[in-house]
């Protein structure tokens, strides 16, 4: 059975994720080559979304494909399914996922 808080809970993060998509359209898409700076305006308007967002953008860039990084480790996990993980186990920590 769904709890009160859980509920408010829930209701709470999809109204605000309806928002900041409704926001893209009247903020603008932001400046591409530089998305730390929006999320840093941005992040008290969408906290529960920049904190997914700072997740994302935590994750360094580099020059080698993800396919060709993984290509010796094809027996086990694939990189998607350790990255989901990964950042399952973040939001549960933070409390921005109920199991």
């Known amino acids: ?10 209701t709470h993060v999809k109204s605000e994720l309806e928002r900041f998509l409704v926001a893209k359209m009247t903020h603008g898409e932001g400046d591409a080559n530089n998305p730390l700076l929006w999320w840093k305006i941005h992040e008290r308007d ?3 979304v920049a904190k997914i967002a700072w997740d ?44």
């Open 46 to 48: 969408f906290p529960t």
């Open 56 to 99: 994302f953008l935590a994750i360094p860039g580099t020059s080698v494909s993800s396919r060709h990084f993984c290509a010796e480790l094809r027996s086990s996990l694939k990189a998607k399914t350790i990255m989901q993980a990964l950042l399952t186990k973040v939001w549960i920590k933070a409390g921005l996922l109920k199991i």
């Open 1 to 10: 059975m769904v709890e009160v808080d859980d509920l408010a809970a829930t």
